[in-house]
């Protein structure tokens, strides 16, 4: 299983910046989506997940600015980030909780390569 992230850059603060992430590979089904991100220093924190009823969670900081949404027939996942500030920089992973396609059909979590966020105030 493979995911592949696009999207990222450098933005103004007030500025939008959109992320996709596509997995690939032979598989049964995604389950969980969601996007994470990492700072020096700091732990990589969860900022939003989607499950495959489109369930959404948000972190309190990104809740009202961040949009997750996902496409189940390409197996992809978005994330629309509006209203960035510079704390919002970072690089940001997707994550996929994906089932096997051979018994016993495991779940497993999968990461992206990530992807720099750069937001200037």
């Known amino acids: 299983v493979q995911l592949v992230e696009s999207g990222g850059g450098l933005v103004q603060a007030g500025g939008s910046l959109g992320l996709s992430c596509v997995a690939s590979g032979n598989f049964y089904m995604v389950r969980n989506m969601g996007w994470y991100r990492q700072t020096p220093g700091r732990q990589r924190e969860l900022v939003a997940t989607?499950?495959?009823?489109?369930?959404?969670t948000y972190s309190d900081s990104v809740s009202g600015r961040f949009t997750i949404d996902r496409d189940n027939g390409k197996n992809a996942v978005y994330l629309q980030m509006n209203n960035l500030k510079p704390e919002d920089t970072g690089v940001y992973y997707c994550l996929a909780k994906v089932t096997g396609a051979y018994y016993p059909h495991p779940t497993d979590d999968y990461w992206g390569q990530g992807t720099q966020v750069t937001v200037s105030s």
């Open positions: 989607i499950h495959r009823n489109y369930t959404r």
